[in-house]
Structures are given as C-alpha cells and as structure tokens.
C-alpha cells in the first residue's frame, strides 16, 4: 500500500509540474503577443525618453518613495507635457558631475621622456585635466506631475471576487516573510516591498483579485530580492515577481494576463525576451513553492473551521475503533494482499495470494470473501462528513451525546 501510495504522489507531481510548464509557456506567447502590437511600439517609443538609473538610484528612489515607477526631472516632465505639481518634494538621485581642472605637468618629448631646460630642470605646461565628480539631483515620479497623458498599455485593474478572499488573504500572510497591510499609497502603485523596513503595503479599496495578484508580486520580492545580488537588474526582479503572481493565480484558475503580459512585456528589453526566458525556471521553482505551502495551510484551516474540538475527540475515538477492527480483521482475512503485479502490501506476507489485489481505497477479493470492503481512509471520510452535517443542522448533540 505505502508503494501504491507513493506512486500515486509522484504522479500528482510530475502533473503539477507539467501544469507550471504550461502556464510558464503561456506567459512566453502572451508577452510576445503584447511586444508585437501597436500599442507596444508607441509605449517604447515614450520609455525611451526616460533616464535609465543606476541599481544604486533605483535603491535610493525605492528607500524615499516606494511604489515611485517613472521617474525623471523637473525639465524633462516639461518637455513632454507635464508639470510637478505645487508642493512636491523632489526624490535625491546621484548624477554624474565632470569638470575641468588646470594643471601644471612635466613636458614630454614624442618618445615620452622629460624635457630638461638648461639648468636641467624640468620644463613645465599647463595641462586641463576632464575628472568626474558627483552631486545630488532631484528627479520626480509620475505621480508627483499631470498634465498630458502618458501612453498606457493593457488594463489600469483586475476586476473580479475571488472565492474564499479572507482565507487565503490570511495564507498569503503566514506564507510571507515579512508582515502585511494596507494602506493609501500616494503613487501610481498598487503595492510596494519596502526594503529598508522590511514589510510589504497594499493599496486598499482594489478588487480581491487585483488585491491578491498585487500581494502575491510582492511576496516574491519579500522572498527572492530582500538581500538579491547586485547582478540581478531591476527587469529581471519585476519579471520573476510578476510571472509567478500571474502563474500562481492561473493554476487557481484565475487569469491575470490581460494585466500581467503587458506589465512582464514593459520589462522586456528586446524582441527575444532574453530577460523573461532566463526568468522562466525561477517563477516555475517559486511558483510551485507557493502552491505547495497554499494547499497545504487551506487544507489546515478548512479542517480547523469545519472541526470543533469535540469533532475531532469524536473522530479520533472513531478512527481508533476502526483501526482495531481492521487489526482484527487481517488476522481473519488471509493477509497480506498483492497488487496486480505481485508486489506485496505488506512485509509479512507470503506467496499464497496471487489474484487479490488493492484497487484504490477498496480492497476486492476475487474470490467473493467479503467482496469489496471500504478502507479506513473512507470510513474516517463518512464518519467526517456525518459529524459536519450535524454541526451545520445546528448545535444538537449526536448519538454518543457530544454537543456540535
């Protein structure tokens, strides 16, 4: 039995990994879809204009406005429409800062050696030397401006209820490493991780699935990127948080990509999608982490709300029943059984068997001594939903006298 059973989870493994191939696959056709549309091309075309920072300012940007997502000067928003709003306090960045010196050097002849005056002391000229300094500057992020309207591409917000919000609300804060909240954000964002403090902010007030979806994006940056590798650009990190939102919601049955593709493909530099693809076996790895530990913690907490604690005594007490009558049982049925195959399902068993075999849960004896008999595993099922049908008819006590 225990090899049926093994057998049995290496097939619901191997299922669940063809199914995140599917699903990762998926994302490669939908964000190729998006970078080939014309909506694409324009938004390329308006990115470009944009200033790429340094991972070090993207810290910085990230440290004194989280959720910042288009950031640059005071000018350039001029030059493309847009004002900063009265009142708005610019974000620091370092920016490259050359000048100029003049220096006195010694004069070289055209072998490179020292030219000495009469007195035999080096002849002197003067000499600009381009150094390179650094000084602070303030940029501004979009939402800090207004003005004309930035070309936008896919759907501002997820629509939709998700079935059993609040319990898996609850799943995704236990599953997360850092603590959870909601909150009013001031910038174009629907959540953020902030890294110094170490938590994770929600926008409030967005649909469950759009809540969800954001939540999920941010828990892989809480997971993955809190102390990532310097190499690992701000593209690929946004690639990883996003597909695994979308892939983990998708094999819930939820489909994010109408937000989701064109979110992955404005992180993609090119049209091979070099950065999606080197991505792919990290969202496909933490994805089936995450599903794992959400099955795991929902089956925990649907039992715990289902089961009162007199429930459990009761099942306990029958599963205990159950288990002597079938050590009983063994002693009067010829055990052990073997499968088809002739493997034995029990380490005591001898070779007079041949022809019975375990089915499932059933056991059927060919022979027609006692023909098919439900297994422990059943019986504890019926006894469980015998015990929650009583505790949903309303607080009367079952035949032994315990209260549900």
Same mark, same amino acid.
């Given at each position: 039995?225990?090899?049926?059973? #093994?057998?049995?989870?290496?097939?619901?493994?191997?299922? @669940?990994?063809?199914?995140?191939?599917?699903?990762?696959?998926?994302?490669?056709?939908?964000?190729? +879809?998006?970078?080939?549309? +014309?909506?694409?091309?324009?938004?390329?075309?308006?990115?470009?204009?944009?200033?790429?920072?340094?991972?070090?300012?993207?810290?910085?940007?990230?440290?004194?406005?989280?959720?910042?997502?288009?950031?640059?000067?005071?000018?350039?928003?001029?030059?493309?429409?847009?004002? =900063?709003?009265?009142?708005?306090?610019?974000?620091? =960045?370092?920016?490259?800062?050359?000048?100029?010196?003049?220096?006195?050097?010694?004069?070289?002849?055209?072998?490179?050696?020292?030219?000495?005056?009469?007195?035999? /002391?080096?002849?002197?000229?003067?000499?600009?030397? #381009?150094?390179?300094?650094?000084?602070?500057?303030?940029?501004?992020?979009?939402?800090?401006?207004?003005?004309? /309207?930035?070309?936008? *591409?896919?759907?501002?917000? *997820?629509?939709?209820?998700? #079935?059993?919000?609040?319990?898996?609300?609850?799943?995704?804060?236990?599953?997360?490493?850092?603590?959870?909240?909601?909150?009013?954000?001031?910038?174009?964002?629907?959540?953020?991780?902030?890294?110094?403090?170490? @938590?994770?902010?929600?926008?409030?007030?967005?649909?469950?699935?759009?809540?969800?979806?954001?939540?999920?994006?941010?828990?892989?940056?809480?997971?993955?990127?809190?102390?990532?590798?310097?190499?690992?650009?701000? #593209?690929?990190?946004?690639?990883?948080?996003?597909?695994?939102? +979308?892939? =983990?919601?998708?094999?819930?049955?939820?489909?994010?990509?109408?937000?989701?593709?064109?979110?992955?493909?404005?992180?993609?530099?090119?049209?091979?999608?070099?950065?999606?693809?080197?991505? *792919?076996?990290?969202?496909?790895?933490?994805?089936?982490?995450?599903? @794992?530990?959400?099955?795991?913690?929902?089956?925990?907490?649907?039992?715990?709300?289902?089961?009162?604690?007199?429930?459990? +005594?009761?099942?306990?007490?029958?599963?205990?029943?159950?288990?002597?009558?079938?050590?009983?049982?063994?002693?009067?049925?010829?055990?052990?059984?073997?499968?088809?195959?002739?493997?034995?399902?029990?380490?005591?068993?001898?070779?007079?068997?041949?022809?019975?075999?375990? *089915?499932?849960?059933?056991?059927?004896?060919?022979?027609?001594?006692?023909?098919?008999?439900?297994?422990?595993?059943?019986?504890?099922?019926?006894?469980?939903?015998?015990?929650? @049908?009583?505790?949903?008819?309303?607080?009367?006590?079952?035949?032994?006298?315990?209260?549900?």
């Amino acid at each position: 039995m225990a090899e049926t059973n #093994n057998n049995a989870q290496d097939m619901n493994f191997k299922s @669940r990994e063809d199914r995140l191939k599917e699903l990762t696959d998926q994302l490669e056709v939908g964000v190729k +879809a998006v970078r080939n549309s +014309a909506e694409f091309k324009t938004l390329l075309a308006t990115m470009a204009k944009f200033p790429h920072y340094s991972l070090n300012n993207c810290i910085l940007i990230s440290m004194q406005k989280p959720g910042a997502t288009l950031c640059q000067s005071y000018g350039a928003w001029k030059k493309m429409g847009r004002y =900063v709003k009265k009142g708005e306090k610019g974000i620091k =960045v370092i920016a490259p800062a050359p000048y100029t010196i003049e220096k006195e050097v010694d004069k070289l002849d055209a072998n490179g050696k020292v030219v000495l005056d009469k007195d035999g /002391e080096p002849v002197k000229v003067k000499q600009e030397l #381009n150094l390179m300094g650094f000084k602070a500057e303030s940029t501004f992020d979009v939402s800090q401006t207004e003005g004309k /309207e930035l070309p936008k *591409l896919g759907i501002d917000e *997820l629509k939709g209820d998700v #079935n059993k919000f609040s319990l898996l609300m609850d799943v995704i804060r236990e599953v997360s490493p850092v603590p959870i909240g909601y909150e009013d954000i001031t910038t174009r964002a629907k959540g953020y991780y902030h890294v110094a403090e170490k @938590r994770i902010a929600i926008q409030k007030d967005m649909s469950e699935l759009q809540t969800l979806k954001t939540c999920l994006h941010e828990v892989v940056h809480a997971k993955l990127h809190s102390d990532a590798d310097s190499n690992i650009s701000k #593209n690929r990190k946004e690639i990883e948080a996003e597909g695994t939102a +979308a892939v =983990v919601l998708n094999f819930f049955g939820y489909d994010t990509g109408a937000y989701s593709f064109p979110y992955l493909a404005s992180y993609t530099t090119d049209e091979s999608m070099k950065e999606l693809k080197a991505a *792919l076996n990290t969202i496909r790895a933490t994805s089936a982490t995450i599903i @794992r530990a959400v099955e795991d913690k929902m089956l925990d907490k649907e039992k715990s709300q289902v089961m009162s604690p007199e429930q459990e +005594a009761e099942l306990e007490k029958y599963a205990r029943e159950q288990r002597e009558q079938a050590n009983d049982q063994r002693k009067d049925d010829d055990w052990p059984l073997k499968d088809d195959e002739g493997v034995v399902a029990d380490k005591t068993a001898t070779n007079g068997n041949v022809g019975r075999k375990i *089915l499932g849960t059933v056991r059927i004896l060919p022979d027609g001594a006692g023909g098919k008999r439900p297994s422990l595993l059943d019986k504890l099922k019926i006894e469980k939903e015998r015990l929650s @049908r009583e505790k949903a008819a309303g607080g009367a006590a079952n035949e032994k006298g315990v209260a549900i």
